[in-house]
């Protein structure tokens, strides 16, 4: 079992609509999770982490948590063409600190206008 | 600040021939990180270092993979003799253990290709 899986995609979305990204992860004593978004030809740039249960909001973008279910989303409102790339999900491992992150191969997104 | 540089952006080589990838951390960065991207394989953490000492080397694929840190503004990753499944997108990456939470900073990466 990979450590961190993401649906490769693309998940195609009209413009103005809700996109859903979804992660879910193996290690159980992960602590802090990340989304990176990453166009194409260019290095990933961190969006949003979060560490607690439930949402994180940060303008169009909310981040959801549920480590019961090993389980992290990423809601994109109002999709815009811009919006178009490759979400990348990455996980700290138990032993947090500044231990390396472990990426999701990314779901490529493409918003439709 | 600059961002993490990388150096060069782009290294075409034929197989067998070494090849040097170059990488200034943001400074005050005390934790530095290659990762190589693939489709096949996404994201992969090859090597990394705290205080320019490394720290886990397990996922530098071979003996033909090597990496310093010589101080604290420069690393390399060295490749010899490098081979046709070498060819990927390598990427360095800084974090600051102060920061809180352990975001890393990507450089713009080196796109080798091996021929």
């Known amino acids: 079992q990979k450590e961190v899986e993401q649906n490769s995609g693309p998940l195609s979305v009209p413009e103005g609509a809700i996109a859903s990204l979804n992660c879910t992860y193996s290690?159980?004593?992960?602590?802090?999770f990340f989304w990176y978004r990453q166009y194409s030809g260019k290095s990933p740039e961190l969006i949003m982490f979060?560490?607690?249960?439930g949402d994180k909001e940060d303008g169009r973008f909310t981040a959801q948590l549920n480590k019961a279910s090993q389980y992290v989303s990423l809601l994109i409102r109002d999709s815009q063409p811009s919006d178009s790339a490759t979400y990348l999900c990455?996980?700290?491992?138990?032993?947090?600190?500044?231990?390396?992150?472990?990426f999701g191969k990314g779901t490529r997104l493409s918003v439709i206008a | 600040d600059a961002g993490v540089i990388q150096s060069p952006r782009h290294e075409v080589t034929e197989m067998g021939q070494e090849v040097t990838l170059r990488c200034k951390p943001i400074?005050?960065?005390?934790?530095l990180f290659w990762y190589r991207q693939t489709m096949m394989r996404g994201l992969e953490l090859l090597i990394y270092?705290?205080?320019?000492?490394?720290?886990?080397d397990s996922g530098m694929p071979e003996d033909r993979f090597s990496a310093k840190m010589p101080n604290a503004s420069f690393s390399t990753l060295k490749i010899q003799p490098s081979e046709p499944r070498d060819s990927a997108v390598y990427f360095c990456?800084?974090?600051?253990?102060?920061?809180?939470?352990?975001?890393?900073?990507f450089g713009q990466g080196t796109r080798l290709t091996v021929v």
């Open positions: 990456a800084s974090s600051h253990t102060g920061a809180g939470y352990p975001e890393a900073f």
């Open positions: 290690d159980r004593g992960s602590q802090s």
């Open positions: 979060i560490y607690s249960n």
């Open positions: 990455a996980v700290n491992r138990r032993n947090s600190g500044n231990t390396p992150l472990v």
């Open positions: 400074s005050g960065h005390d934790y």
């Open positions: 270092f705290n205080n320019n000492v490394p720290i886990d």
